[in-house]
């Protein structure tokens, strides 16, 4: 596991995406809070693609930027090399992978299940970009100072 105390700072660029990533994350989960009460399936799919956006941030800020974009849980792990704390949203990442294996196509769902989909997405999502924003307030120095 790289030291973040000698790791190399990131460069302007990657601070420049890591920063749209975040804002994108805050957003998309911010959508998904706003669509679950009509829409909880449309809000479970804002709510994985928050947690994506969220660990890409931690990612490029570290220097990764060849993603496992369709997987939460692997992104947690990457985030897990530079951050040990990331190893406990191995649940909740597992939750979020299962929106992947819903369908807006599924004859007639259960609207009781989408329902509960939406409600443990919205839950597991807001785990992994509240992680993600204590991580990011640990190491502001590091990634933001002049």
Not at 50 to 64: E, H, I, K, P, S
Not at 78 to 97: G, I, T
Request: net charge neutral.
């Amino acid at each position: 596991m790289p030291d973040a105390s000698t790791s190399q700072a990131p460069s302007a660029q990657s601070i420049r995406r890591a920063k749209l990533f975040w804002e994108q994350a805050t957003q998309d989960l911010k959508g998904a809070r706003e669509k679950l009460p009509s829409a909880p399936l449309e809000s479970a799919y804002g709510c994985f693609q928050a947690a994506l956006n969220a660990l890409t941030t931690v990612c490029y800020l570290n220097g990764r930027y060849q993603l496992p974009n369709f997987s939460t849980a692997r992104m947690a792990a990457l985030c897990a090399e530079f951050e040990p704390a990331f190893e406990s949203l191995r649940a909740p990442c597992d939750e979020l992978e299962s929106v992947q294996h819903r369908s807006p196509f599924d004859k007639a769902p259960d609207p009781q299940a989408l329902a509960e989909l939406g409600r443990t997405s919205l839950a597991a999502s807001t785990q992994v970009v509240d992680r993600v924003r204590d991580y990011l307030k640990e190491h502001r120095k590091r990634f933001f100072a002049p």
